[in-house]
């Protein structure tokens, strides 16, 4: 079955912008979460999604958005782009948001460079 | 907040040795599952293997198995017969209400 797949791989946006990035989970998976990864700070959690709705947020500024349609895909948006927003943006999907699952499945990322 | 630390930015192995990467954790809780992700240089992160919290016994896949210490909050991670094919970042993660993840390890395999 497909994986998760997130588009555009690649953006090159220029500061004080807004951003769109898209992710679709693995078909039946239900939950989406988003993280940013840089070279300095690693892996940051953004949110998650389940049912539409948002589970959990970490610690980012309110420019950074997201949203999750009834078919499962999710969408983040970055508003008023910043030089430091540059980074991977990577999706995971899950069955459900349960601890119990088999983890994540990861997308290949969307690489947003600032300029 | 639960943190999850790995100490090595950088490991070496020599092709068909054994190499241990490790990883310790903060938390309170007592059910909680652990894994290691490895994302090469095409980017994509890929599940290596997953640890319950409340199973005693050190979870194996193939090549790679754990030896997961509860009381210690340890959770390193043994390739043997290392391959060319495990150069990688390899990320120690813990998940409770969602996934934390430490700063990676980058492994190279010396031919």
């Known amino acids: 079955k497909a994986g998760v797949t997130q588009t555009p791989r690649y953006l090159i946006k220029t500061r004080g912008q807004q951003v769109t990035l898209s992710c679709s989970p693995i078909s039946g998976h239900r939950s989406v979460s988003w993280y940013q990864q840089t070279p300095g700070q690693g892996l940051q959690f953004l949110f998650e999604?389940?049912?539409?709705?948002?589970?959990n947020k970490g610690n980012f500024p309110g420019r950074f958005s997201g949203r999750q349609f009834s078919n499962s895909r999710s969408e983040m948006n970055v508003s008023t782009l910043e030089l430091g927003d540059s980074a991977l943006y990577l999706c995971?999907?899950?069955?459900?948001?349960?601890?119990?699952?088999?983890?994540?499945?990861f997308g290949s990322g969307t690489r947003l460079t600032v300029v | 907040a639960q943190t999850v630390t790995q100490s090595q930015p950088e490991m070496s192995v020599q092709e068909a040795e054994t190499v241990t990467l490790s990883c310790t954790y903060d938390?309170?809780?007592?059910?909680?599952?652990l894994f290691w992700y490895k994302q090469p240089p095409s980017r994509q992160m890929i599940l290596v293997i997953r640890?319950?919290?409340?199973?005693?016994q050190n979870a194996t896949e193939n090549r790679f198995s754990v030896n997961f210490q509860k009381a210690a909050k340890s959770f390193s991670l043994k390739i043997s017969d290392s391959q060319l094919g495990d150069a990688a970042m390899y990320f120690c993660?813990?998940?409770?209400?969602?996934?934390?993840f430490g700063a990676g390890t980058r492994l190279t395999v010396k031919p």
């Open positions: 640890q319950e919290a409340y199973k005693q």
């Open positions: 999604y389940f049912s539409e709705t948002q589970r």
């Open positions: 993660a813990y998940r409770s209400d969602d996934m934390r």
């Open positions: 938390t309170s809780e007592s059910d909680y599952y």
């Open positions: 995971a999907s899950s069955l459900v948001p349960d601890r119990g699952d088999y983890g994540y499945t």
